[in-house]
C-alpha cells in the first residue's frame, strides 16, 4: 500500500526536525540535564511538528540507552511498534469529562516496558470547561511516573488555570528556506522532478507548514507525469502566477474593470480559489510598496523583480497602501462567506470606483484653481486697461519736435509714450520670443524622432499620473497643470514631444519650458528637453516621419534656454501690463 510523504518522512529524531531550533535545543537540554517537566504545552500552526516532537520526546525519554538524545532502537521501549507506554488522545473526539475521568483512573498504572507514561492529548483547546476541570487536579500533580504533553493550535481557547501548570513552549511557522531545504532532500530521495521555483512557490503556500508542503509535493507528483514546474503548482492550488497578478493590477491602473470581471468568470470557470488569490494579490501589491520604499531589503530576498521593475513606476505608493487596505477588508469577510467570488469582484469594483472619485476630485479642484487663476488675471488686464484708458494724452511740445525725429529708444513704462507704440513694442517683444521658440522647435522635434524611443515612450506615459499629485503644490500647481492638459506623443532617451488640441496651449507650453522641465524632472528623476505643438502640426510631422518623406536628423543643442528668456526680462512689466494685448495679437 502507498504511503503518504508526509508520513513516510516524518522525522524520527530531533536533529530530522526543520525549523524549530529553539524547540529542540530546550528539549534536549531538558534531557541531558535531567530537568524533565511534568507537563508541557506546545502551541503552533498546523503542520509545524508538534506531535512528531511530542512523540520523538517520549520515545527518548523512555529508551533504555540513549545516545546524543536519539533512541538506539534496539531496546524493548524502541522496538515496540504500538507502545502502550506512548498515549495519544484526540481531544477533538474526546472531549468530554467521561474520557478525561477514564484517563484519571488510568494515570496511577506503572509503565510497561519504560520509565515513563507520556499522554499527548493533540487539539487539547477542543475539550470541554468540564473536561478541563476534570484534568486540572490531575495535571498539577501527577504520578512520578506520568508526563503530560498537550499540543494546541489554537492555545488562546485553553484555559488560564491549565496554562500555568504547563512549562509552554511556542512552535514557529517553518520559514520558507527550511521548507525548500526539506523538499529538496524527499524529491531527490523519492526522485521527483522539480523545479526550484515550483519547490520555493509550495513552501509560500503551505505559509510555514511542513505537513502541508511535504503533502503539496506528493500531489504535484500525482498531477504531472514530467517535470513538476511552479505553472503546475498554481494548477494545482488554484492561484496565480506573477505575470497575473501583474496583469489585474495594470487593469486597475487602467481602470479597465470590464476586462477585470472578465478574468474573474475565467477564474471561477477554471475553479480558482478566491479567499487564496486576493492573498496572494495583496502579497504582490505589498511586494511592489516594498520595491518602491526598500529595494535593497527588496532585491535582498527577491530574485526575479523584472516584474517589479516594470509595474512600480506606473503607480503611487498612496495608491498601493489603499488597495492593500482595501483587500484586507475583504480578505477577512471572504474567509466568513460562501460567496467569496462575489466579494472578490466588489474588492476591485471598490479600488476602481475610488479611484476615479479621486481622479474627479483632484480634476474638480485643479478646475478651482484655474478658475481662480482666470479671475485674477481678468482682474490684473481691466486694471491695466483703465490705467491706459486713463493715462494724459501724449501732447507734442516744442521742445519735443527734435527728440522726436531721433531714433526712438527701448520704451519703459517711466517715458511718456502712446498706447500705439506701446502695443508695437510689446508685439515685436513676442515676435521675436516666438520666433526662438519656433528654431528650438523645430529643431527638439528633429532631435526626438531623430532617435525615438517607443520602449521610453511607453516607461513614461504611466509616470506623468505623478502630476495630479503636484495640482495641491502651489510651487508646481500651475506647471503640472499645463502638462496634464497635454498628450506625450514621442519620446528618445533625452527629448519628449507634448501636442495640444490647439495653438494657443501649444504656445503656452513653449513659452514656460524650462518650469515645465523642472517640473518633469522632479517625477521622473531624469532631465528631459520638452517641447510642444498642436495637434494640426502632429498629423503633419507623424505622417512625415511615419513614411519617410522627410528626414529627420539630430543636432546638438547650442543655445541656452535660460539665456533666450532672459533677454525679455527688462520687457516683463510691458508683457505682464498689457497680457491681454499679447494673448490675442
Known amino acids: 500500500m502507498y504511503q503518504a510523504l508526509y508520513r513516510k518522512y516524518r522525522p524520527k529524531t530531533l536533529d530530522d526536525v526543520y525549523g524549530q531550533d529553539v524547540i529542540v535545543k530546550i528539549i534536549k537540554n531538558s534531557i541531558l540535564n535531567n530537568q524533565i517537566s511534568h507537563a508541557y504545552l506546545f502551541a503552533g500552526p498546523r503542520g509545524t511538528g508538534k506531535t512528531s516532537i511530542a512523540k520523538i520526546f517520549a520515545k527518548i525519554i523512555n529508551c533504555e540507552n540513549p545516545i546524543d538524545c536519539k533512541p538506539c532502537g534496539e531496546c524493548v521501549s524502541c522496538t515496540?511498534?504500538?507502545?502502550?507506554?506512548?498515549?495519544?488522545?484526540?481531544?477533538?473526539?474526546?472531549?468530554?469529562?467521561?474520557?478525561?475521568?477514564?484517563?484519571?483512573?488510568?494515570?496511577?498504572?506503572?509503565?510497561?516496558?519504560?520509565?515513563?507514561?507520556?499522554?499527548?492529548?493533540?487539539?487539547?483547546?477542543?475539550?470541554?470547561?468540564?473536561?478541563?476541570?476534570?484534568?486540572?487536579?490531575?495535571?498539577?500533580?501527577?504520578?512520578?511516573?506520568?508526563?503530560?504533553?498537550?499540543a494546541t493550535t489554537d492555545p488562546h481557547k485553553v484555559i488560564e488555570t491549565i496554562l500555568s501548570r504547563c512549562q509552554r513552549l511556542d512552535f514557529k511557522k517553518i520559514s520558507t528556506e527550511a521548507i525548500v531545504e526539506n523538499l529538496s532532500?524527499?524529491?531527490?530521495?523519492?526522485?521527483?522532478?522539480?523545479?526550484?521555483?515550483?519547490?520555493?512557490?509550495?513552501?509560500?503556500?503551505?505559509?510555514?507548514?511542513?505537513?502541508?508542503?511535504?503533502?503539496?509535493?506528493?500531489?504535484?507528483?500525482?498531477?504531472?507525469?514530467?517535470?513538476?514546474?511552479?505553472?503546475?503548482?498554481?494548477?494545482?492550488?488554484?492561484?496565480?502566477?506573477?505575470?497575473?497578478?501583474?496583469?489585474?493590477?495594470?487593469?486597475?491602473?487602467?481602470?479597465?474593470?470590464?476586462?477585470?470581471?472578465?478574468?474573474?468568470?475565467?477564474?471561477?470557470?477554471?475553479?480558482?480559489?478566491?479567499?487564496?488569490?486576493?492573498?496572494?494579490?495583496?502579497?504582490?501589491?505589498?511586494?511592489?510598496?516594498?520595491?518602491?520604499?526598500?529595494?535593497?531589503?527588496?532585491?535582498?530576498?527577491?530574485?526575479?523583480?523584472?516584474t517589479y521593475e516594470q509595474i512600480a513606476p506606473k503607480i503611487t505608493i498612496k495608491e498601493l497602501f489603499s488597495i492593500i487596505e482595501t483587500f484586507n477588508k475583504y480578505s477577512f469577510e471572504m474567509k466568513n462567506n460562501n460567496n467569496s467570488k462575489l466579494l472578490f469582484e466588489l474588492a476591485f469594483i471598490k479600488i476602481i470606483s475610488d479611484k476615479n472619485s479621486e481622479i474627479v476630485e483632484k480634476n474638480e479642484q485643479k478646475s478651482k484653481k484655474l478658475l481662480k487663476l482666470s479671475e485674477k488675471n481678468l482682474q490684473i488686464k481691466e486694471k491695466n486697461i483703465k490705467n491706459v484708458e486713463n493715462s494724459p494724452k501724449n501732447v507734442e511740445k516744442p521742445e519735443e519736435k527734435q527728440t522726436k525725429s531721433e531714433p526712438s529708444s527701448p520704451i519703459?513704462?517711466?517715458?511718456?509714450?502712446?498706447?500705439?507704440?506701446?502695443?508695437?513694442?510689446?508685439?515685436?517683444?513676442?515676435?521675436?520670443?516666438?520666433?526662438?521658440?519656433?528654431?528650438?522647435?523645430?529643431?527638439?522635434?528633429?532631435?526626438?524622432?531623430?532617435?525615438?524611443?517607443?520602449?521610453?515612450?511607453?516607461?513614461?506615459?504611466?509616470?506623468?499620473?505623478?502630476?495630479?499629485?503636484?495640482?495641491?503644490?502651489?510651487?508646481?500647481?500651475?506647471a503640472a497643470s499645463i502638462l496634464l492638459d497635454g498628450t506625450l506623443k514621442a519620446a528618445s532617451d533625452t527629448n519628449l514631444i507634448f501636442v495640444y488640441k490647439t495653438k494657443r496651449l501649444s504656445d503656452l507650453f513653449n513659452e514656460n519650458?524650462?518650469?515645465?522641465?523642472?517640473?518633469?524632472?522632479?517625477?521622473?528623476?531624469?532631465?528631459?528637453?520638452?517641447?510642444?505643438?498642436?495637434?494640426?502640426?502632429?498629423?503633419?510631422?507623424?505622417?512625415?516621419?511615419?513614411?519617410?518623406?522627410?528626414?529627420?536628423?539630430?543636432?546638438?543643442?547650442?543655445?541656452?534656454?535660460?539665456?533666450?528668456?532672459?533677454e525679455d526680462e527688462e520687457d516683463d512689466n510691458i508683457q505682464s501690463m498689457f497680457e491681454d494685448i499679447i494673448e490675442y495679437n
Open 80 to 150: 515496540q511498534k504500538n507502545n502502550s507506554d506512548i498515549i495519544e488522545i484526540d481531544a477533538a473526539s474526546n472531549n468530554g469529562v467521561d474520557e478525561i475521568r477514564e484517563l484519571r483512573n488510568k494515570v496511577n498504572l506503572l509503565p510497561a516496558y519504560g520509565k515513563y507514561k507520556v499522554y499527548i492529548i493533540d487539539e487539547v483547546h477542543m475539550l470541554t470547561q468540564g473536561a478541563f476541570n476534570a484534568l486540572l487536579k490531575t495535571l498539577e500533580e501527577p504520578p512520578a511516573h506520568v508526563i503530560f504533553i498537550l
Open 185 to 306: 532532500v524527499i524529491a531527490e530521495k523519492e526522485k521527483i522532478n522539480v523545479d526550484k521555483e515550483a519547490l520555493i512557490e509550495i513552501a509560500k503556500l503551505a505559509d510555514g507548514g511542513m505537513r502541508d508542503s511535504v503533502g503539496m509535493l506528493d500531489q504535484a507528483r500525482a498531477y504531472t507525469e514530467g517535470k513538476i514546474t511552479v505553472n503546475d503548482i498554481h494548477d494545482i492550488n488554484g492561484t496565480l502566477t506573477e505575470t497575473d497578478l501583474n496583469k489585474l493590477l495594470e487593469n486597475i491602473i487602467d481602470n479597465k474593470l470590464d476586462e477585470i470581471l472578465e478574468k474573474i468568470e475565467k477564474y471561477n470557470d477554471q475553479g480558482k480559489n478566491f479567499v487564496k488569490l486576493l492573498e496572494e494579490f495583496i502579497d504582490f501589491v505589498r511586494n511592489i510598496l516594498l520595491y518602491k520604499e526598500a529595494p535593497k531589503y527588496f532585491k535582498e530576498r527577491k530574485q526575479n523583480i523584472e
Open 412 to 478: 519703459t513704462l517711466k517715458e511718456s509714450v502712446t498706447d500705439d507704440k506701446k502695443i508695437q513694442n510689446v508685439k515685436k517683444i513676442k515676435d521675436k520670443l516666438h520666433s526662438n521658440i519656433e528654431q528650438i522647435k523645430q529643431i527638439r522635434i528633429d532631435n526626438t524622432l531623430a532617435k525615438f524611443n517607443k520602449k521610453e515612450l511607453k516607461n513614461i506615459i504611466p509616470s506623468l499620473e505623478l502630476l495630479n499629485d503636484l495640482l495641491i503644490n502651489p510651487d508646481y500647481s500651475h
Open 513 to 566: 519650458l524650462i518650469v515645465l522641465e523642472e517640473t518633469i524632472a522632479k517625477i521622473l528623476n531624469k532631465k528631459y528637453n520638452l517641447i510642444a505643438t498642436n495637434l494640426d502640426e502632429w498629423e503633419i510631422i507623424k505622417n512625415d516621419f511615419n513614411k519617410k518623406l522627410r528626414p529627420f536628423i539630430y543636432k546638438e543643442e547650442r543655445f541656452n534656454l535660460e539665456d533666450i528668456f532672459k
